[in-house]
Nanobody, 117 residues
Framework: QVQLVESGGGLVQAGGSLRLSCADPGGTFSTYDMGWFRQAPGKEREFVASISWNGRSTSYADSVKGRFTISRDRAKNTVYLQMKSLKPEDTAVYYC??????????WGQGTQVTVSS
């Protein structure tokens, strides 16, 4: 089964930084636009950021624009999310997946990000 593996989450104080990684061991998604999504307790999963297959184009949710940076290393089949100036409202489980819902595989386990005030 195709699998993406998220890592890098943790507990951080408000104002701190974290870098999330999304590994694609088989390189299955190397030619797809990829995205980061998050789901806070009691809320729907929401879009955070996306990056084109070649890394030349990115897009961000308004709530993270200017604080988060998405990037990818195609040689390592890994997508990253650098998060700075974290806020308590960024607390959520973060997932990566194909940006387009078409042909999107199931969601992985995600990585928990907790921001304390």
């Amino acid at each position: 089964q195709v699998q993406l593996v998220e890592s890098g989450g943790g507990l951080v104080q408000a104002g701190g930084s974290l870098r999330l990684s999304c590994a694609d061991p088989g390189g299955t998604f190397s030619t797809y636009d990829m995205g980061w999504f998050r789901q806070a307790p009691g809320k729907e999963r929401e879009f955070v950021a996306s990056i084109s297959w070649n890394g030349r184009s990115t897009s961000y949710a308004d709530s993270v624009k200017g604080r988060f940076t998405i990037s990818r290393d195609r040689a390592k089949n890994t997508v990253y999310l650098q998060m700075k100036s974290l806020k308590p409202e960024d607390t959520a489980v973060y997932y990566c997946n194909k940006n387009s819902p078409t042909g999107r595989p199931g969601w992985g386990q995600g990585t928990q990000v907790t921001v304390s005030s």
